[in-house]
C-alpha cells in the first residue's frame, strides 16, 4: 500500500538516466528512491534520497542498498546476477529475478532459451574456430554476423562476415579480444526491412500487458529515431506483440522489458513467425526499461517507468494506450567532437511543440545518450518532417 508516513522503498542499481525517468515515477508516487552507481553525480543522484556511490560488482554495497529497500531493480545489463542471486537466497526481492537477467545477459542462451519455447529467431550456432565459422557460413549462406555473447551494446559486439575473403586477420583479432571462441557465437543475417520492439510488462502474478509496437532507426549502430506506432500490417502487429508477451513469460521475467525483432519479406524460408509474406524474428531481448519505449512518458496513459514500478511492486498492471494518435522519438546524441564539459542550445529547439527530456550528464563522451525529444500528434508524416527540424536545430557546443 502507498503510506505516505511509510513509503514504499526501491532500490535501484545504476543511476543513468534510466534510474532517473524511473525515479522521477517513483517520486510522483512519494517512494523513497535509493540508487547505487559508481558516479556521484549520475543522472539521478538529484532525485536519490541514498545515493550509495559503488561499483556494479560491490557485493557489500549492493546488499546496504537491499537493506535499506523493499525490491531492488537494475536499469542495466551490467547487473551482477551472481550477487543478486545471493541477495535473492538471503530473502530479499530481487525483480526482474536474477535468473532471468543471467540468461538475458549471455546472446546465446538468451537465443537458445528462446527457442526452445518456439520464439522465432535467427538460426544460430556455437563456433569453435575460423574453419569452423566459414563451414558453418558455406551451409547457411553468407553473410553471417559474428557475435559477443556477453556485454555488446550499441552494435559494438557484432561484426559482418560477407565471404570467405573477409579478412579473417581481422575476425580473429575481434575474437581474441573478446576472450576466444567461446565467448562468441554465429547468427544468420536477416535482411530485415525494418526493426521494431515492443516494451512489454509482467507482474508476479503473471499479469502480462504489451505497449504498442514501435519502428526504429538506427544510425551506426545507436538508436537514433522510434516512430509510433509502426508502419506495418496490423495482423503483423498483433503477432509482435503475441510474441513480446510469449518472451517475457519463457525468460519468467518480472517488470518492464524491451524486446527488438526483425521484420523480414518473405520469410518463409527464415521459419519466423509469418503474415502476409511478412516474418518477425527476435533479435535481442533488454531485461528494462528501454530507450525504444521513452515516449510512453508523453504518448501513453501509462510509461513504461510507471509500469516497471508496479510490475516490481506487485501492484496492478495498466493496459497501455496512445493518449494521440502518433508520435515520434529522437535521442539527443554526443559527437566525436566535444569531450567534456558541454552544452546544449535549446533556444531554437524550444520553439517547436515537442516535450524535452535532459538527462543531466555533465561529461559528454562521443555518442553519448544525453537526453531525447518527443513529438506528438495525429499526422505522422508531419511529425516526422518535425523531428527534422529539430535535429537540425539542436546543437552541442563545448564549455
Ligand atoms: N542476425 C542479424 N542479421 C542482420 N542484422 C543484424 C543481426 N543481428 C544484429 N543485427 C544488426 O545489428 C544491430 C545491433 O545488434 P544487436 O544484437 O541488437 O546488438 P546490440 O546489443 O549492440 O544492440 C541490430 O540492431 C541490427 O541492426
Ligand atoms: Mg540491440
Known amino acids: 500500500m502507498l503510506y505516505m508516513n511509510n513509503p514504499l522503498r526501491i532500490g535501484i542499481v545504476g543511476g543513468g538516466q534510466l534510474g532517473k525517468m524511473l525515479a522521477m515515477e517513483a517520486k510522483r508516487l512519494s517512494m523513497r528512491v535509493n540508487i547505487l552507481d559508481p558516479s556521484d553525480d549520475c543522472p539521478a543522484s538529484m532525485l536519490a534520497d541514498e545515493l550509495i556511490v559503488a561499483g556494479f560488482n560491490d557485493a557489500e554495497a549492493i546488499e546496504r542498498l537491499a537493506g535499506m529497500s523493499d525490491v531492488i531493480t537494475y536499469e542495466i545489463e551490467l547487473a551482477d546476477a551472481d550477487i543478486l542471486a545471493s541477495l535473492e537466497r538471503k530473502g530479499y526481492r530481487v525483480r526482474p529475478p536474477a535468473h532471468a537477467l543471467r540468461i538475458v545477459q549471455d546472446k546465446f542462451m538468451q537465443k537458445y532459451t528462446l527457442n526452445k519455447s518456439n520464439i522465432p529467431v535467427a538460426e544460430f550456432f556455437k563456433v569453435s574456430s575460423i574453419d569452423d565459422l566459414h563451414s558453418i557460413a558455406r551451409s547457411i549462406g553468407y553473410p553471417i554476423v559474428l557475435k559477443v555473447r556477453k556485454g555488446g551494446y550499441d552494435g559494438r559486439g557484432n561484426i559482418v562476415v560477407k565471404g570467405y575473403d573477409d579478412s579473417n586477420d581481422k575476425i580473429v583479432r575481434f575474437v581474441d579480444a573478446r576472450g576466444g571462441w567461446d565467448s562468441v557465437y554465429v547468427e544468420r543475417f536477416i535482411p530485415f526491412i525494418k526493426e521494431v520492439s515492443v516494451i512489454v510488462a509482467r507482474s508476479s502474478r503473471d499479469e502480462v500487458v504489451a505497449y504498442p509496437v514501435v519502428e526504429n532507426i538506427h544510425d551506426d549502430g545507436i538508436l537514433d529515431t522510434t516512430i509510433v506506432p509502426a508502419r506495418i500490417p496490423e495482423g503483423l502487429a498483433y503477432k509482435a506483440r503475441r510474441i513480446a508477451m510469449d518472451v517475457i513469460r519463457a525468460l519468467d521475467g518480472i517488470g518492464v522489458f524491451g524486446v527488438e525483432m526483425f521484420i523480414a519479406k518473405d520469410g518463409k524460408s527464415m521459419d519466423g513467425e509469418c503474415e502476409d509474406g511478412y516474418s518477425i524474428l527476435v533479435n535481442e531481448v533488454a531485461p528494462r526499461v528501454h530507450n525504444t519505449g521513452h515516449y510512453s512518458i508523453d504518448a501513453c496513459n501509462i510509461s513504461q517507468f510507471e509500469q516497471h514500478i ?24 554526443g559527437n ?4 567534456g564539459y558541454y552544452a546544449i542550445e535549446l533556444e531554437k529547439v524550444m520553439r517547436i511543440d515537442a516535450r524535452i527530456h535532459i538527462y543531466g550528464k555533465r561529461i559528454n563522451k562521443g555518442r553519448r545518450k544525453l537526453g ?23 546543437r552541442l557546443v563545448s564549455v
Open 310 to 333: 508496479r510490475a516490481i511492486l506487485d501492484l496492478p498492471l495498466i493496459e497501455p494506450r496512445m493518449l494521440c494518435k502518433a508520435a515520434v522519438m529522437i535521442n539527443i546524441l
Open 336 to 339: 566525436d567532437s566535444i569531450n
Open 372 to 394: 531525447h525529444i518527443t513529438l506528438l500528434g495525429d499526422d505522422l508524416d508531419e511529425l516526422l518532417r518535425s523531428a527534422m527540424h529539430i535535429k537540425s536545430a539542436l
